[in-house]
């Protein structure tokens, strides 16, 4: 591993799982030691997004990967807006002073993004006053900038055309950040924000007016195939942690390796992990390149998501009884991936994106 990243996490490693995120002094660390943060804005990024990723997953807590993966994704976004408010906040998120949170979802708009209710109602003198709420928002409590969605057009009848972005600082008064407890992926802290009276300067819009919704999905192939990343170096990172079990373990007078059975699953899971992986760095140079097909990237997100799903629900049947020990890594694994297939996309929504494609191109 790393030298550097491991002497950067394992002293901390159990106060950030109890804590429930990095700590602001940490975060900084790993920006100005590792390089990490805003890797995947550099040339060839998306490979050593991965291979940051591979290191991470060593300490067996799928959170601790998600989080720094999650603000990468909304560097990306920040990144291709030139205001000197978004320039700002840039520098210190790359500097590793401030983390920031992409908030979409809302209590009653999920994967219907063209639905979400938050309103930015535009003053006469240019400001916008927000009302309503985002949830769900990963990093959320510990974020010092949001990119938010809101609705700035609510008579548009095409709704998808009256959303805008704003970026706005955690000590915007009326927005107010809470914390909401999950069943997995500790180190990443979950959240929503509640939106009261909260009135805003005219700078803090990102882009043109109404245009939201187009920045949102100009990002949205990249969210997909960092999750694609993440799912397949996880798949990879279980697989491997595994064996151990399935060789030293010993019932009936043998390991449980030596069971036809497991030794078929393992074979099974190892032969889809082998090819989903190699279509995954396929798809990364391919982006790098500027060439990636969107639906090749659906196909990457849903059936990456999936596989990890399966495995980490066979693989935790081997370890019997130790899979449901609260501390046990395996115990964790099943709540710490189902995630994946609900970000970026529920993988019902992906399914039913690619079947209009092929149904569309035949
Ligand atoms: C750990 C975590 C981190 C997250 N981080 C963020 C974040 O940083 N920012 C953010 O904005 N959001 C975030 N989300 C929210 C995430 O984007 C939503 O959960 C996702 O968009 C689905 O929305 P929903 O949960 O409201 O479910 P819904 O949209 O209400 O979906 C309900 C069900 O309908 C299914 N469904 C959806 N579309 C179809 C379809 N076309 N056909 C059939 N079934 C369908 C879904 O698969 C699901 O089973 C996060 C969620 C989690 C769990």
């Given at each position: 591993?790393?030298?550097?990243l491991?002497?950067?996490v394992?002293?901390h490693?159990a106060q950030w799982?109890?804590?429930?995120?990095?700590?602001?002094?940490h975060?900084?660390?790993?920006?100005?030691?590792?390089?990490?943060?805003?890797?995947?804005l550099?040339?060839?990024?998306?490979?050593?997004l991965?291979?940051?990723?591979?290191?991470?997953?060593?300490?067996?807590?799928g959170?601790?990967?998600?989080t720094?993966a999650?603000n990468?994704?909304?560097l990306?976004?920040l990144?291709s807006?030139?205001?000197?408010?978004?320039?700002?906040?840039?520098?210190?998120t790359?500097?590793?002073?401030a983390?920031?949170?992409l908030?979409?979802?809302?209590?009653d708009?999920?994967?219907?993004v063209?639905g979400?209710?938050?309103?930015?109602?535009?003053?006469e003198?240019?400001?916008?006053?927000l009302e309503?709420?985002?949830?769900?928002?990963?990093?959320?409590?510990?974020?010092?900038?949001?990119l938010?969605?809101?609705?700035?057009?609510?008579?548009?009848?095409d709704t998808?055309k009256?959303?805008?972005?704003f970026?706005?600082?955690?000590?915007?008064q009326?927005?107010?950040?809470?914390?909401?407890?999950?069943?997995?992926?500790k180190v990443?802290?979950l959240g929503?924000i509640?939106?009261?009276?909260?009135?805003v300067?005219?700078?803090?819009?990102?882009?043109?007016?109404?245009r939201?919704?187009?920045y949102?999905?100009?990002?949205?192939?990249?969210?997909?195939?960092?999750i694609a990343?993440?799912s397949?170096q996880?798949?990879?990172?279980i697989l491997?942690?595994?064996?151990?079990?399935?060789k030293?373990?010993r019932?009936?007078g043998?390991s449980?390796?030596?069971?036809?059975?497991v030794?078929?699953?393992?074979?099974?899971?190892?032969?889809?992990?082998?090819?989903t992986h190699?279509?995954t760095?396929h798809?990364?140079?391919?982006?790098?390149r500027?060439?990636?097909q969107?639906?090749?990237i659906w196909?990457?997100?849903?059936?990456?998501?999936?596989?990890?799903?399966?495995?980490?629900?066979?693989l935790?049947?081997?370890?019997?009884?130790?899979?449901?020990v609260?501390?046990?890594w395996?115990?964790?694994?099943?709540n710490?991936?189902?995630?994946?297939?609900?970000?970026?996309?529920s993988?019902?929504?992906i399914l039913?994106?690619?079947?209009?494609d092929?149904l569309n191109?035949?």
């Open positions: 591993m790393n030298q550097r491991q002497d950067l394992s002293p490693f799982v109890k804590a429930g995120f990095i700590s602001a002094e975060w900084a660390k790993f920006a100005q030691q590792t390089g990490m943060v805003g890797v995947s550099e040339e060839n990024g998306l490979d050593r991965r291979e940051f990723a591979a290191e991470l997953f060593q300490f067996g807590q959170g601790l990967v998600s720094f999650i990468e994704i909304a990306r976004l990144a807006f030139e205001t000197p408010l978004a320039q700002k906040a840039l520098g210190e790359l500097a590793g002073e983390r920031v949170a908030c979409i979802s809302e209590p708009a999920g994967s219907d063209a979400l209710r938050l309103e930015a109602r535009e003053q003198d240019g400001r916008f006053l309503g709420e985002k949830c769900y928002i990963s990093n959320g409590p510990v974020a010092d900038y949001y938010v969605a809101a609705r700035t057009n609510p008579a548009m009848a998808w009256g959303i805008s972005l970026l706005l600082y955690r000590g915007t009326g927005l107010h950040p809470y914390a909401t407890p999950m069943v997995g992926i990443m802290p929503g509640r939106f009261q009276s909260c009135l300067e005219a700078e803090t819009l990102l882009g043109r007016k109404h939201g919704f187009q949102l999905m100009s990002i949205l192939g990249f969210e997909r195939l960092v990343i993440l397949s996880y798949a990879k990172h491997a942690s595994s064996l151990e079990q399935l030293t373990r019932l009936f043998q449980l390796s030596d069971f036809q059975h030794r078929f699953e393992l074979a099974k899971l190892h032969a889809e992990w082998t090819v190699r279509f760095l798809l990364i140079e391919e982006f790098q500027g060439q990636a969107d639906s090749q196909a990457a997100k849903y059936r990456n998501t999936e596989l990890l799903k399966d495995m980490a629900e066979r935790l049947q081997f370890f019997g009884a130790k899979g449901f609260a501390e046990h395996a115990a964790n694994l099943y710490d991936v189902r995630w994946l297939a609900l970000a970026g996309g993988n019902e929504l039913d994106m690619l079947a209009r092929l191109h035949s």
